[in-house]
């Protein structure tokens, strides 16, 4: 293990002093103990609100990212904490090896700066090609930290589904995703603090010197003008004019950005879990068991990877048989972008469906005409492929996060998310699943021979499919033999 730098986040003297720690403090002291939350279901107001903590930090900025692309949103965003260390701030960036393809070098070079760290989580030792590492270390290189975090001085914290990249954040022509961040002030943020610090101590976070070779001036200023060339695009500066058109900067600029003001817990893998070494009660999956306890009336589950193996079947089965309204919402198979997750999944739902489970597919839709930012309120904003990681328990609670109720997310990759006590949200969730949810989805059905039927309320005139649709009888007949691979556990 190469020689780390010790470094924790701000104390909170430190962080109250801060532009956004004074700014903040008055709406704290009239909801004490309760943190105020901001739901970002659009993808350009989920990139403005980074954007915006990047500006307004002064001493630090703590990022933690499964997915980090060099395209267009990613490069902005890598420029800007280039920008915020060039002014002071300590920036410390924490990525997941296996989300980092083509940016080996922008981070090296980064990591030069002497106000900017970076750390790979899992690091490839051998960089290319890479995915032969987990042929030579599988045990460990299939083991991903999966979390995603951006806090600035240690005051605001947006934690959800989404990754760094255009598809993400609505920057792109092809496969967008459906996703949910929120925006946190308040008691929790210290809390996501001290996870990113735990995580940045962690015996698989490297330094990036440590693992990518370093880059010369040359490569540098190359590094550089590739940047700049993608920042002053004609893309790049529309998309940056829609992201200050977004209601989000409009609400934040007024002082009128809504917040929701509840007790909120966050939940969080161990992250020894990346070295197979988390004991069980460190697992996120268990926390979730212990602060949600036994749902009472009503589960509604959004879940783009949606694995629930033998035992959650069962588990869910007995929910509905003791009268809990149990809905899921997952992709269709037109819709995903993993068929082998959906393999995984199809296997069971005749089995959910025989036991009251009401399953919805979500279609694949892509927005009308040049407006990317339609809603899925509050699941996220429209688009090709759903992503978002939520549900709401009895009416009551919600959750948001980076899980998915897959065997990975349960077992092998690291995971973070916020159990919510919010009646609105989770209120918002169930009247989701009441009314845009069968529109912009198949609902699955058995026919009076027990055969899977999807059907679409949301077009005109209605229609039901008798085959997965989307599907051609060769990729049936693949999806068959993927669900019969002794492999769910990967899943």
Known sequence: ???????????????????????????????PGLSGLHTLPDPLEAFAARMVLVHAAERSLDVQYYIWRGDQTGTLLLQAL??????????????????????????????????????????????WPKPLGYITDFAR??????????????????????????????????VLFTDLDVLAIGPIVPEVSQDFDRYWASASAWPVQAIVP????????????????????????????AVRQTPFITD???????????????????PAKGLGLAPRSGLLVDQLHRVLGTPQRSVSLVSPYFVPTAAGTEALARLSRNG?????????????????VHAGYAHYRKALLHSG??????????????DKRHRLNPLGSSGSSLHAKTFAIDGERAFVGSFNFDPRSALLNTEL???????????????????????????????????????????????????????????RWGLQLMSWLPIEWLL
């Open 82 to 127: 280039g920008a915020a260390a060039e002014r002071g701030v300590r920036v410390r960036l924490l990525l997941d090896d296996g989300g980092t393809a083509g940016l080996g070098g922008a981070l090296a070079a980064l990591a030069l700066h002497p106000r900017m760290e970076v750390r790979l989580f899992n690091p490839f030792v051998l960089r």
């Open 357 to 370: 489970v009401a399953l919805y597919e979500m279609q694949r839709l892509a927005p009308s005409g040049k």
């Open 252 to 270: 934040l600029l007024a002082q009128r950005l809504a917040l929701q003001w509840s007790r909120v817990q966050m939940v969080s893998d161990d």
């Open 417 to 475: 998310g916020f159990v919510i006590d919010s009646p609105l949200l989770a209120r918002q969730i169930e009247q989701a699943f009441d009314t845009e949810v069968p529109q912009r989805s198949y609902t699955l059905q058995l026919s009076g021979r027990g055969d899977i039927e999807w059907h679409s309320t949301g077009s005109t005139p209605p229609t039901v499919d008798t085959v997965e649709p989307g599907s051609r009888w060769w990729s």
């Open 141 to 174: 290189a299939n083991r991903r930290m999966h979390n995603k975090s951006f806090t600035a001085d240690k005051q605001a914290s947006i934690v959800g589904g989404r990754n760094v990249g255009d598809e993400y954040f609505g920057a792109t022509d092809g």
């Open 214 to 241: 370093a880059v010369t001036e040359a490569e540098r200023a190359q590094l550089e003008a590739d940047a700049a060339r993608i920042a002053a695009s004609e893309a790049a500066r529309a998309y940056t004019e």
């Open 324 to 340: 809990v309204a149990v809905r899921v919402m997952t992709n269709a198979y037109e819709a995903t972008d993993v068929p082998l």
């Open 1 to 31: 293990m190469p020689d780390r730098p010790l470094s924790e986040a701000l104390d909170a003297q430190q962080a109250a002093q801060t532009r956004l720690g004074q700014a903040i403090a008055p709406q704290l002291l009239q909801h």
